[in-house]
């Protein structure tokens, strides 16, 4: 199951964020261009009105100066006419003493006349905002008369004292003040709007980053999840309503004999039978069907049993949306259950053969004894005399057969002691050293990897080796080997013996019936010799695995028997 990246959401995300801190950036800096800027055009606007207003004052004085004859009253009626506009607080005009020769009305303290002192003796126009008692701007702008000509002044001492005079107009600041709160309210409603995009802003990081957090838990739920499923001890499936394979754990994998690409591309009906495992009544009637017995066919060809449990995934009013498929694989149970029934098998079998072998052995001692005593009857008789010996051999033979009817039925107690294994094979190796030379087979023996000491019965031991050394002696000819060894076995931390012919080996349909008592292909055997060694083994907690043929061969045979290390604490 794929989760989906969530950092793919911050390409767009963090695009946003950037334009909206372009636009922060912009309005920002737009709006401060625009304060500034109105600023600047109100406050030049009344500059021009106030250099406008001079002008006038200026101009008409000139003509006054020419045509009137009371020049001072017109003059003053001027300047009193020039301060009752409305855009005029008051105007007033001084001598060079700085002296007032005109004004408009009574003028505030506040119209010191110490900067007039400060202005450059040029014609240029000075100007200066000053604050009235009662918390008015006012704008002023002062300009020195130009010098009248000599015919303009005259001689009296009145026109002298017009000459160098600078006329002062302090203009009304309403327009510019207006214009400064309108532009400062503008300002709090675009700091508003930025405020606004910037926490928008803050809030869209805040909104992807919590979902990243969501996303990176979800993601961390899922990726448990789905360790779980891997690691449940069931192979699990879950299909759509048409059998569709939606998700699956590797076991289920590994039980259904499938890799990745070909589940993924599955018909479940090929391999699974929806009705003989119950699926199609649970997709169909929307009920439970559990631990049924199945067995399907892996690719290889081998039947494989399994228990099906198949869970409906319900999508309300009764419908089944899906299915909840559990497998578990059965072998290890038949193979207990196989070996529950064997056991219990050989252990009647074993009761039976106690209870006639009781009941031959005293027969037989007679029959043997009476045969002895024919065999020394009859010496001068060698025909009759070699009746008699057979007679003997038959019923050791047949002791022999009871011997080991009564070593199987009884109960194997061990006696275990910490021996040298390779120590074990040497002496095992001198009981059939005699019979391998006479027949020219080569024996060859492996303990290079052998531990120093295991704990086991030596004696239980070396029949187990004995037995499977004597099978293979009677497998193989002249000329032919049989090999030995001991060594640990890393894979299951115990230790592993081994007796390996070049034999014909064992025939496919008879590998599943070698253990059993009384099976046998030769003529004279009694069968219970491999039945034997896998009690003996058994009872050590270990096992017997067979190999025939030979990896790269066409015959040959090799019996292992795996004992555990830890048997002292087994037992």
Known sequence: MKISQPRKLYVPAMIIVAVVLTLLVFIGFSTYWNLHHARSNALKFVHQRGVATIQIIETSIRSLWGTCASKEESIDQLIKEVGENEYVVYAYMVNKEHEILHRSTPLPAETSGLWLKQMPGSEEISSRISMLSDGASVYELAETLRPLSLDQLGDSEDSLKYDGGIIVIGLNMATYEMARHQDFH??????????????????????IHLYHRMNQRLRQTQEYTRQVVDSMANGLLSIDADGRVLSYNNLSLEILGLTQPEIEQLDLHKVIDFQTSGIFKTLNQCVSVMDREINIVQPGGELLPLAISVTPISAGEGTCQGA?????????IKLLEEKVRRTEKLAALGKLAAAVAHEIRNPLSSIRGFAKFLSHVLKGQPKDREYADVMVKEVDRINRVVTDLLNFASPLELNPAHVNPAELIEHTIRLVKGDAQSRNITIEVNTENSPESIFLDPYQITQVLLNLMLNALQA?????????????????????????DDGPGIAKEHLERIFDPFFTRREKGTGLGLAIVQKIVENHQGRV???????????????????????????
């Open 186 to 207: 503008h300002a709090i409603v675009m700091l508003s709007i930025l405020s606004v995009l910037g926490g928008g802003a803050v809030f869209f990081i805040f909104v």
């Open 324 to 332: 909840v498929i559990i497998l578990r694989d059965l072998r290890e």
């Open 476 to 500: 193989i000819g002249a000329g032919q080997r049989l090999s030995v060894g001991v060594a640990r076995d890393e894979d299951s931390a115990g230790i592993s013996f081994w007796v390996e």
């Open 545 to 571: 695995h067979v190999v025939t043929p030979l990896p790269g061969k066409a015959d040959g045979c090799r019996f292992i028997i795996s004992i555990p290390m830890d048997l002292n604490e087994r037992l």
